[in-house]
């Protein structure tokens, strides 16, 4: 507050001191709560609350002027939940320590039921520790553009010798992608579906739209990695485990998509469409396929009966497909500093393994493993538990590159 005037400061000018983030430190820093223990993580929180403190008590200064309070509030409104989740952490850990300083005095059997009563408060407080550093966290990293949009998934079979397992597996994940949108009360609308003619699948689209459907999956897109021993055939006889892949592609969808797309570029087929939906599949040519000639995109959309009706939607999607390509270029950009390289969703990227032997799966990028398959295919609970754990651990990832941009900003004295 400067000659009258406030000047507000962004996230990486509010605070000023030395970081030392290495690998170890980023093995370390698997869950919010590591990360909180951290006191380069205290200090520089420590220095957004006094800074909430400074903002109101500037804000009941009869001196300032309406220009000046717009911008204040504005501060001030950013930092309120920081601070408030800041000090209710703080209250919570003196809460378990009063808690751990009586449990180490009762030790007496008369004392037993107390002792269990006060560790029993002690887990809850942990549990409300950990929740609340999660929403911390959640509120120091910066939205990303698209979270709040809606997605087109695309679920395609990959190849493999001696075996179908890709394409039943490709069905099996856009069966529970289809589970967790039901899970998550989002729409999920079948755009396309090209069945496999063993039962599979080969190809398939989905539109899904709901409360912020791509940051809850843009951490899907890439290749993801099975391994079983077929059902039938010589390999399930002498159980041999076949190895195969799958793609997924997430692309935002925002609600506005203003792509000018020329007719003249444009070659549109109708064909009869192959999924499931009654005679009427086998009898019109309602299916559409649309290619855009400049760029090679081809989409299609078999999802209603009427023509019209898929080419609409066709052209929406291809649209979509359009502004990706410049959404793309910026999400490469945005992501181009970080370590753990969450967003790309290139398909030579292999980023989760579904071991059918072993029951298990891994999430590569975050060395995790989850056991159960059958409870992550199922679209539901533990689906959601994998997710969340790559959302918290790509916004430890963020809080830990914004740290380190502090320590390169007090190095280099901006």
């Known amino acids: 507050?400067?000659?009258?005037?406030?000047?507000?400061?962004?996230?990486?000018?509010?605070?000023?001191?030395?970081?030392?983030?290495?690998?170890?430190?980023?093995?370390?820093?698997?869950?919010?709560?590591?990360?909180?223990?951290?006191?380069?993580?205290?200090?520089?929180?420590e220095t957004l609350s006094k800074e909430y403190q400074q903002v109101s008590h500037l804000l009941n200064a009869d001196s300032i002027n309406d220009f000046e309070q717009k911008t204040l509030r504005r501060r001030c409104a950013n930092l309120s939940p920081i601070a408030a989740a800041f000090q209710e952490i703080k209250e919570a850990e003196r809460e378990v320590q009063e808690l751990e300083a009586m449990c180490r005095e009762l030790d007496s059997r008369d004392e037993k039921k107390l002792l269990e009563l006060a560790l029993e408060e002690k887990e809850t407080l942990d549990k409300k520790i950990n929740v609340l550093c999660r929403k911390l966290f959640q509120l120091l990293v910066p939205k990303e553009k698209y979270d709040r949009s809606h997605v087109i998934l695309e679920v395609t079979a990959g190849r493999t010798t001696g075996g179908d397992i890709c394409q039943q597996f490709t069905k099996e994940m856009?069966?529970?992608?289809?589970?967790?949108?039901?899970?998550?009360?989002?729409?999920f609308d079948i755009v396309n579906y090209t069945p496999a003619e063993i039962g599979g699948l080969h190809h398939a689209a989905a539109h899904i739209s709901g409360d912020d459907v791509y940051r809850h999956l843009k951490y899907e897109g890439g290749t993801h990695r099975v391994q079983r021993i077929p059902e039938t055939g010589l390999s399930s006889r002498m159980q041999r485990i076949h190895t195969g892949t799958m793609s997924v592609i997430v692309l935002p969808q925002p609600e506005e998509v203003d792509v000018k797309v020329d007719p003249k570029d444009l070659r549109i087929d109708t064909f009869r469409a192959k999924g499931a939906g009654g005679q009427h599949v086998n009898k019109t040519d309602s299916a559409v396929r649309i290619v855009h000639l400049p760029t090679g995109l081809a989409v299609e959309c078999q999802q209603e009966r009427s023509q019209l009706l898929n080419k609409e939607i066709a052209l929406r999607t291809l649209r979509a497909k359009l502004y990706q390509q410049v959404i793309e270029k910026q999400l490469s950009q945005e992501q181009s500093a970080r370590k753990l390289q969450l967003g790309t969703r290139a398909q030579s990227e292999r980023i989760r393994t579904y071991n059918f032997t072993q029951d298990r799966v891994t999430d590569h990028r975050i060395s995790y493993d989850a056991r159960n398959i059958k409870e992550i295919l199922s679209g539901k609970e533990a689906l959601d538990k994998l997710i969340n754990r790559l959302l918290e651990f790509a916004e430890i990832e963020a809080i830990t590159e914004y740290l380190e941009n502090l320590q390169a900003l007090e190095g280099g004295g901006c």
């Open 1 to 45: 507050h400067n000659c009258g005037f406030w000047r507000p400061k962004s996230l990486l000018d509010t605070a000023r001191f030395t970081l030392s983030f290495n690998s170890q430190h980023r093995k370390k820093h698997q869950d919010s709560r590591a990360l909180w223990r951290h006191e380069a993580v205290q200090k520089y929180l």
């Open 174 to 187: 856009f069966e529970m992608y289809q589970n967790y949108a039901d899970y998550k009360c989002w729409t």
